[in-house]
C-alpha cells in the first residue's frame, strides 16, 4: 500500500512525527501538499470526504481509511509496521505515551503564542517570555524527567525495552526541536536528560532516519513551525 500524508508543506509541524514513523518502518508514502497543487488537493480532501471529514491535518489516506490526528495515524502504522507491541496492552501503553507527547507539543508551541495563534508573536512577547520561563522552570523537568525515568526504569536502549516503537521516534523530535528552538536552555538541561540524549543519538543513526535526515524530504525546522528560535526566549 501506498500511503498519502495530507500536511502543510512549508514547516515539520505535527506531520514531522508521522514522516518519522513512514520512514523508519520504510513505508512507500507521498507527501501530498508538497507537490504540485498539493495544498489544494489538500483542502479538497477535507471538503470532499463526506462522513468521517478529518478536522485539520495531519491526516493519512491508507486505502479507504483516513485517519486524522498525529497520535491516531501512529497507533494505526505502529501496529502495521512493527512499530509498537503485539498485546492490546502494550499498544494502548504506547499510545497513551504519545498522547502525552501531544501535550508536551501542545505546551512546546505556546511558549510563543501564549495568547492564541491568531495573535502574531509580536503581539505577545511579554506573555511569552513569562510562559517561557514557567515552561522551562517547571513543565519541561516534569515532562522530559517522566520520559528519562521510563527509560531507566526499563533498562533498555528505547522506552519500552529493547524495541523500538514509535514513541521513541517522537522523543527524538522533541529533543531535536527543543535544541533548535532554545540551544542555550536546552545545552543546560541537558546533562539531566542523558537517556534521552542517547536515545536521541541511536535514533539518528539507524539507517532509515539518517537517510531521511540527509535527503531533501526532511524539511528543516524555521520560524513557521512549532518549534521557533527567538533569541529573548532562550535565557
Same mark, same amino acid.
Given at each position: 500500500?501506498?500511503y498519502e500524508?495530507?500536511?502543510?508543506p512549508?514547516i515539520?509541524? *505535527?506531520?514531522?512525527y508521522?514522516r518519522?514513523?513512514l520512514?523508519?518502518?520504510g513505508?512507500?508514502?507521498?507527501?501530498?501538499? *508538497?507537490?504540485?497543487?498539493?495544498s489544494?488537493?489538500?483542502m479538497?480532501?477535507?471538503?470532499?470526504h463526506k462522513?468521517?471529514?478529518?478536522?485539520?491535518?495531519?491526516?493519512?489516506?491508507?486505502?479507504?481509511?483516513?485517519?486524522?490526528?498525529?497520535?491516531?495515524?501512529l497507533?494505526?502504522?505502529?501496529g *502495521?509496521?512493527?512499530?509498537?507491541?503485539?498485546?492490546?496492552?502494550g499498544k494502548?501503553?504506547?499510545?497513551?505515551l504519545?498522547?502525552t507527547?501531544?501535550?508536551?507539543v501542545l505546551?512546546i508551541?505556546?511558549t510563543?503564542?501564549?495568547?492564541?495563534?491568531?495573535?502574531?508573536y509580536?503581539?505577545?512577547?511579554?506573555?511569552?517570555?513569562?510562559r517561557?520561563?514557567?515552561?522551562?522552570?517547571?513543565r519541561?523537568?516534569?515532562?522530559?524527567?517522566?520520559?528519562?525515568?521510563?527509560l531507566?526504569d526499563?533498562?533498555?536502549?528505547?522506552?519500552?525495552?529493547?524495541r523500538?516503537?514509535?514513541?521513541?521516534?517522537s522523543?527524538?523530535?522533541?529533543v531535536?526541536g527543543?535544541?533548535y528552538a532554545?540551544?542555550r536552555r536546552?545545552k543546560?538541561?541537558e546533562a539531566?536528560?542523558?537517556?534521552?540524549?542517547?536515545?536521541?543519538d541511536r535514533?539518528?543513526g539507524?539507517?532509515?532516519?539518517?537517510?531521511?535526515?540527509?535527503?531533501?524530504r526532511?524539511?528543516?525546522?524555521?520560524?513557521?513551525g512549532?518549534?521557533?528560535?527567538? *533569541?529573548?526566549l532562550?535565557g
Amino acid at each position: 500500500m501506498k500511503y498519502e500524508l495530507y500536511y502543510w508543506p512549508e514547516i515539520q509541524g *505535527r506531520g514531522e512525527y508521522v514522516r518519522l514513523a513512514l520512514e523508519e518502518a520504510g513505508a512507500a508514502y507521498v507527501d501530498v501538499a *508538497r507537490g504540485p497543487r498539493g495544498s489544494g488537493a489538500m483542502m479538497k480532501m477535507m471538503e470532499a470526504h463526506k462522513g468521517t471529514p478529518p478536522f485539520a491535518p495531519p491526516f493519512l489516506k491508507a486505502g479507504k481509511l483516513v485517519i486524522g490526528q498525529t497520535a491516531n495515524i501512529l497507533l494505526y502504522l505502529g501496529g *502495521r509496521h512493527g512499530l509498537a507491541p503485539k498485546t492490546e496492552a502494550g499498544k494502548l501503553w504506547v499510545h497513551q505515551l504519545q498522547l502525552t507527547i501531544t501535550d508536551l507539543v501542545l505546551e512546546i508551541h505556546d511558549t510563543h503564542h501564549p495568547l492564541g495563534p491568531s495573535l502574531y508573536y509580536e503581539d505577545q512577547k511579554p506573555a511569552a517570555r513569562k510562559r517561557t520561563v514557567e515552561f522551562w522552570s517547571e513543565r519541561v523537568p516534569k515532562y522530559l524527567g517522566y520520559f528519562e525515568q521510563l527509560l531507566t526504569d526499563n533498562g533498555g536502549a528505547y522506552v519500552t525495552g529493547r524495541r523500538l516503537t514509535y514513541v521513541d521516534l517522537s522523543l527524538f523530535q522533541i529533543v531535536a526541536g527543543l535544541r533548535y528552538a532554545f540551544p542555550r536552555r536546552m545545552k543546560a538541561f541537558e546533562a539531566d536528560i542523558p537517556g534521552l540524549v542517547g536515545l536521541h543519538d541511536r535514533i539518528a543513526g539507524r539507517p532509515n532516519i539518517k537517510a531521511y535526515l540527509a535527503s531533501e524530504r526532511r524539511i528543516p525546522f524555521n520560524e513557521q513551525g512549532i518549534f521557533r528560535r527567538y *533569541r529573548e526566549l532562550d535565557g
